[in-house]
């Protein structure tokens, strides 16, 4: 069992940058693909960015990539996100999810609560 806890989301103006969190518990962390999502009002549930058990790996979805970075901690059980030159669009409510290895939100078995991150023109 994992559980994750988010943390770091605001309110930031456009150009501005965040660093979210991903506090992870259970100890079979280390061994799990991470990923983080995000979901607009009235929009799908998308993928933002994932990165394999031992941080070797990462992929981003294409709004995304060259601005965020994600990363991860074993020694600190954590995952973060690292959001640069931010966009009004990049306004969402941001999810961690363990257990997956694609960019399809069907394939991660544990969520997070979520943190709001609000851009702003």
């Known amino acids: 069992q994992v559980q994750l806890v988010e943390s770091g989301g605001g309110l930031v103006q456009a150009g501005g940058s965040l660093r979210l969190s991903c506090a992870a518990s259970?100890?079979?962390?280390?061994?799990?693909?991470m990923g983080w999502f995000r979901q607009a009002p009235e929009k799908a549930r998308e993928f933002v960015a994932r990165?394999?058990?031992?941080?070797?790996?990462?992929n981003y979805a294409d709004s995304v990539k060259g601005r965020f970075t994600i990363s991860r901690d074993g020694t600190k059980n954590a995952v973060y996100l690292q959001m640069n030159s931010l966009k009004p669009e990049d306004t969402a409510n941001y999810y961690c999810?363990?257990?997956?290895?694609?960019?399809?939100?069907?394939?991660?078995?544990?969520w997070g609560q979520g943190t709001q991150v609000t851009v702003s023109s």
């Open positions: 990165i394999n058990w031992n941080g070797g790996v990462t």
């Open positions: 999810a363990a257990g997956g290895s694609s960019g399809s939100a069907r394939d991660y078995n544990y």
């Open positions: 259970g100890r079979t962390f280390s061994t799990y693909p």
